[in-house]
């Protein structure tokens, strides 16, 4: 067996995405994603993705390059690789954009979403040749399916007029009989029992209705919302008060780790994130002040499916929940959750998707929801299978854009309805 890397094949696509609101704008039409493809010297490919803007694409190119003539099976050899590279280039370095939805964007935390891509590629080429799921290679898996939790978003009926884009049959989403339509259709469709509203968009007293609304139709489901750091320290202890009898938690309602570990302090909710401790580097502080009592794993951006076990390691350790957060994101990133999840002993929420948003996938046959989960597949790799066509499709429309789409800017997107539209600052309510 030759394991040696030979080919490595970068794919930027742009997916198309529905008119989801949150405190930034709307997403956009379509948003980019990159598709990674490692190949061995015995023909064998194995799959990944993640966030594909610009920024990770300069850095993804340059990697992918450095990865020829290596071993899939060295996956540590993956971070001395962005080591070096982030010595060799200063091209990144340092650079910060406080404030996104994904936390902090620093140089290092861009780097560690492109490693994602070809861990996860690596990860599935390494089981196809070994004959071994993904989850073995971690371990082996704990349970047989992953529970997701609904992913509920006020959203308008359609983009904005003139603005090209795809169908979609979930309808408007702006008021809490539309929250609760929309809870009822992903129940219809996918089973989930648990259901995560996306807030920061309305004024709180309005955002406090809808999850009211939602508990009274579906009673004793797990609900949360999240506002992504919208809310000032006392709105998110009002919300905290008149929610804690339904909450299963509040998500990053303040921004930071100084205004939740203040909101934790006034609350017995339990806080949820992944927009505080989006790193290693940020655990301690946050943990010290008990600012979180659950954190959030995107793989994406902590770096892999191995850092996210890392990561529930130490939560587990300090006595700290952890689940799993997601953005817009296709199969094989749905895939790539599902084995590192189920390797997880402290899995005591059902993990966020954004898949059942993405009418377009790049895999032959799409992941499918049963009750509301996920079986973990025991085929070898990550169990999916690349459909070449529906790639070159949707790379296709990523070459034909003339690059307004190929960076995510949910405040662009709004712009076109609401000509003036900033990014509120923070705390907005
Ligand atoms: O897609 C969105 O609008 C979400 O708000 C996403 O950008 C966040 O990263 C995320 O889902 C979250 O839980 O904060
Ligand atoms: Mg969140």
């Known amino acids: 067996m030759n394991l040696t890397i030979t080919d490595v094949r970068l794919t930027p696509i742009l997916v198309a995405d529905p008119p989801l609101l949150n405190t930034q704008g709307v997403h956009q039409p379509y948003t980019p994603r990159l598709i990674v493809e ?34 899939v099976g060295d996956l540590n050899g993956l971070f001395t690789v962005a080591d070096q590279m982030a010595v060799d280039s200063s091209r990144v370095s340092g650079q910060v954009d406080v404030g996104g939805l994904r936390g902090v964007q620093t140089a290092d935390k861009l780097r560690l979403s492109v490693v994602s891509g070809f861990e996860v590629a690596c990860l599935d080429a390494l089981g196809k040749a070994l004959g071994l799921p993904v989850h073995a290679l971690l371990g082996g898996k704990l349970r047989d399916a992953v529970e997701y939790s609904a992913y509920l978003f006020y959203k308008w009926a359609s983009h904005p007029e003139g603005v090209v884009s795809e169908k979609d049959d979930w309808g408007a989403a702006v008021d809490p009989a539309g929250v609760v339509e929309q809870a009822r259709l992903f129940t219809e469709r996918y089973g989930f029992k648990s259901f995560k509203l996306k807030g920061g968009v309305f004024p709180p007293d309005e955002e406090i209705a809808a999850v009211r609304a939602l508990a009274e139709a579906f009673p004793g489901h797990p609900l949360r919302l999240d506002p992504n750091g919208a809310w000032s320290v006392s709105t998110s202890l009002k919300v905290a008060a008149e929610l804690g009898d339904v909450l299963e938690y509040l998500e990053d309602p303040a921004l930071g780790t100084a205004a939740m ?130 790639l070159e499709f949707l790379h296709r429309r990523w070459l034909d854009d003339d690059g307004s789409l190929r960076e995510r800017d949910d405040a662009a997107a709004m712009r076109v309805a609401e000509p003036g539209w900033v990014t509120p600052g923070v705390p907005r309510w």
């Open 261 to 390: 570990a203040e909101v934790s302090a006034g609350t017995d909710v339990p806080l949820a994130t992944n927009m505080c401790v989006t790193t290693f580097a940020e655990i301690k502080e946050a943990f010290a002040r008990d600012a979180v009592q659950v954190v959030l794993s995107d793989h994406h951006y902590w770096g892999g499916l191995r850092n996210t076990q890392q990561l529930a390691a130490i939560c587990r350790t300090f006595g700290v929940g952890v689940s799993m957060h997601s953005n817009t994101h296709l199969g094989i990133s749905l895939a790539a959750m599902t084995h590192v999840a189920s390797t997880v002993p402290n899995l005591h929420h059902a993990c966020d998707s954004h898949y059942p948003w993405q009418s377009e996938d790049v895999l032959s046959e799409r992941l499918t929801f049963e009750d509301g989960a996920v079986k973990v597949s025991d085929a070898p790799g990550l169990g999916v299978e690349l459909d070449r066509e529906k």
């Open 38 to 71: 490692v190949e061995t010297a015995d023909g064998v490919t194995g799959v990944g993705e993640t966030y594909g803007d610009t920024k990770y694409l300069e850095l993804a190119r340059p990697f992918a390059s450095k990865l020829i003539g290596r071993q």
